[in-house]
DNA sequence: CTTTCATATGAACAGATGTTCATGTGTTTA
DNA sequence: TAAACACATGAACATCTGTTCATATGAAAG
């Protein structure tokens, strides 16, 4: 006999069945967490800018903060944070760091949210 | 003749006319901030977790709460959250409320997603 | 080796965000 | 009409986030 939770409706408006199916074919919780970090890149508005600029071109660091009008310090935090989740990378040339998407799921990913705005 | 931002490197290492066709191309501002914005929707595991199971079928307020374990006050504050995103909508069913996705692209979205972290 | 330049980083701070708790609203049922 | 139920909402709170400012690092040029 399962548990009855205090929050749960007495009489549930979709049918036990179709919960439980549901509850069967959620993704573990590690795989939400991780989904739902993944996108938490594409959800502020400088890291937007600068994925939208390694869609075009690789780039030093200077021109990218130079092109968006964003502080150099701001721009490099950003960066770090794109590299931890494995979406960007870099390479040094001279005295340049060089910036590039690491992923072609970005692009697939940008995409389909464009698509979205501008519909 | 152009300016010379404080900020940018001396010799930028992309050509001058690369970082002008970039910026050309680069989407208006309020185009990249509803984009952020759409993205943020995504970016919290609870409201991922919502978008999941509505993925699998309608579902009232109470159901989505109890499947997920997660209080129903949290439930519902992100439920406005979502339906002002206009992600998902909402119909009265005698006492309960029904949720669904109102958009098809959140499926498309969060497939890209998913492939990207499973890969 | 010293200076300069491009970038990284840490501390501090302000603002945004998500949850809880208490309570309000509106619908249904007795 | 009164009680019960499903859901919404506001305030308070703690946490997370992104920026700035100052400074550190490390490669390159002199």
């Known amino acids: ?32 967490y991780e989904l739902a970090d993944l996108f938490k890149m594409f959800g502020d508005s400088t890291r937007m800018k600068i994925l939208f600029v390694l869609m075009e071109s690789e780039m030093c660091v200077c021109d990218i903060a130079e092109l968006l009008g964003i502080s150099q310090s701001a721009i490099s935090h950003q960066l770090r944070i794109l590299k931890q989740s494995k979406l960007i990378s870099s390479r040094r040339e001279g005295k340049n760091i060089i910036c590039f998407l690491a992923d072609d799921h970005v692009k697939s990913i940008i995409a389909q949210g464009l698509s979205h705005v501008l519909e």
Chains 1, 2 share one sequence.
């Open 1 to 32: 006999m399962d548990e009855k939770n205090e929050l749960m409706c007495d009489e549930p408006c979709a049918h036990e069945d179709v919960v439980g199916k549901v509850r069967d074919v959620l993704p573990d919780d590690d795989t939400l």
